[in-house]
């Protein structure tokens, strides 16, 4: 094959659509049947499904290495080895080096450790600015500073699309703010939030950046350098893997904070912001989680792939002495590149089926963005109400069905309650990831139009 012609292959693959059939096949729970139904999973906002990978990886891990850390005999080596793995995966998945990466059970109990060891640095009248579209857990854990006598401020949104109002939130920020902390995506409602433009506001006023991605990461690649954020925290059962969570930190940040641990914890960074024994099971799983998204990648990864920055890659094809050329292998980076590119090209299909279905459905309800053209400024996570029904008797009446939807508020109780909904019961969570299809979209949009 020539330079050419392995190059054009290249590019047929890179915009192929993703192979469903092989990815709903690395998932044993989708082939359940809830009273007689096949189940559909539209509730990934609240955890994903997972591949029989991870599954493996972690039963194997408990099988062969099950041991605590830093012991002098080999499980015990093994067990460094597979978190050290872990860290790796994680840093490129989120585009950082290995040692900016922590792990801990949730991104709830991350965050608070984080906002703790931040609000040892703040003073009485220094400002947090947060959302009304975020979820609670990068809400709570900065008001409790205000125990210290700090002040929180609020950006407003337009309650119209349910987008964050810019101009309000650049207003918040001035010089007594000190850190901005903001969701990359609503997990009610699906909107992307401008984060590297929120993150460019804090830094020019001297504030840190904390980004919440739990809600984005199934939906969109992360770039940690890119965005230039201090902190960004994520949860992997929310992307395919066990239930754990993930913080990228800037290693000066991670050096320079003083964190709440125990004297014989090392002092080391990441360690030293990690506590007591970590779930070394689920740590395993990360890696394969991450390799499963890898795995979808290189069925798309295209020639001179781009980097995360946007640069093409150096042309260091290798070639043969019949003058063949053979494709660089393409690094873990740029196969979950191409793999979200695939993912996001599935999830806009099924995004424009369900908004096109759901604005057919008299006496239907979405909050947020609707229209087609803006497609990527939101999340296929919609959020809805109709007439005459409750949110949860929705979900129970689709449970019954197959379909497995949430009600309530998600813990984005700001929201709920700015937009009024939360004394009627929250809305209805209808949550799209790339192993849903649109047969299962059409299945939904036909069931909730018989609840009229
Ligand atoms: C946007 C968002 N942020 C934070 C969280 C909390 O994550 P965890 O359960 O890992 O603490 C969630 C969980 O639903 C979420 O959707």
Request: net charge negative; with cysteine; hydrophobic share 35%.
């Amino acid at each position: 094959m020539t330079e050419q012609q392995s190059r054009s292959a290249l590019a047929e693959n890179a915009s192929s659509p993703l192979d469903l059939e092989w990815v709903r096949s690395q998932f044993p729970s989708l082939s359940r049947k809830v009273n007689g139904h096949p189940a559909t999973f539209l509730d990934g906002p609240g955890g994903t499904q997972v591949p029989q990978r991870v599954i493996d990886a972690i039963s194997g891990y408990l099988r062969e290495c099950n041991a605590n850390t830093q012991g002098a005999y080999a499980t015990s080596r093994r067990t460094d080895e597979v978190i050290a793995g872990a860290r790796s995966a994680m840093a490129d998945f989120l585009g950082c080096e290995s040692d900016e990466i922590v792990f801990g059970p949730n991104m709830t109990t991350l965050t608070f450790a984080m906002s703790r060891a931040i609000g040892r640095e703040l003073r009485e009248g220094d400002e947090i600015l947060l959302t009304h579209l975020d979820h609670d857990a990068n809400i709570s854990p900065w008001r409790a500073l205000e125990e210290r006598g700090v002040k929180i401020q609020f950006a407003e949104i337009d309650e119209r699309d349910c987008t964050l109002d810019m101009r309000d939130l650049a207003s918040k920020i001035n010089a007594r703010t000190k850190v901005v902390a903001v969701g990359y995506a609503s997990n009610a409602v699906g909107t992307i939030n401008d984060v590297k433009t929120i993150v460019r506001l804090a830094h020019d006023a001297g504030a840190l950046a904390y980004i919440d991605a739990v809600h984005y990461a199934p939906h969109g690649l992360i770039d940690v350098r890119d965005l230039d954020c201090d902190f960004l925290a994520c949860s992997t059962y929310k992307f395919f893997g066990p239930h754990m969570g993930v913080l990228y930190g800037k290693r000066e940040h991670l050096t320079r904070l003083t964190p709440y641990k125990v004297r014989a914890n090392t002092n080391a960074v990441p360690q030293r912001w990690e506590w007591g024994t970590l779930n070394h099971e689920c740590i395993t799983g990360i890696t394969a989680c991450v390799e499963y998204l890898a795995e979808i990648g290189t069925k798309h990864v295209g020639p001179g792939a781009l980097t995360r920055a946007g640069e093409r890659r150096s042309p260091d094809a290798a070639h043969s002495a019949a003058g063949r050329v053979r494709a660089p292998a393409p690094t873990r980076v740029e196969v979950l590149q191409a793999a979200y590119s695939a993912i996001q090209a599935h999830e806009r299909n099924l995004a424009e089926r369900m908004l096109c279905g759901l604005s057919q459905i008299k006496g239907l309800h979405l909050y947020g963005i609707s229209d087609l053209s803006r497609l990527e400024h939101r999340c296929p996570t919609f959020a809805i109400r109709m007439e005459g029904r409750t949110p949860l008797d929705l979900a129970t009446k689709l449970g019954e069905r197959g379909i497995f939807t949430w009600d309530g508020n998600y813990y984005a109780i700001n929201l709920t309650e700015r937009l009024g909904v939360e004394e009627q019961g929250g809305f209805l969570r209808i949550g799209l990831v790339h192993y849903n299809t649109e047969e299962e979209v059409d299945r939904t949009l036909g069931e909730l139009s018989t609840f009229v």
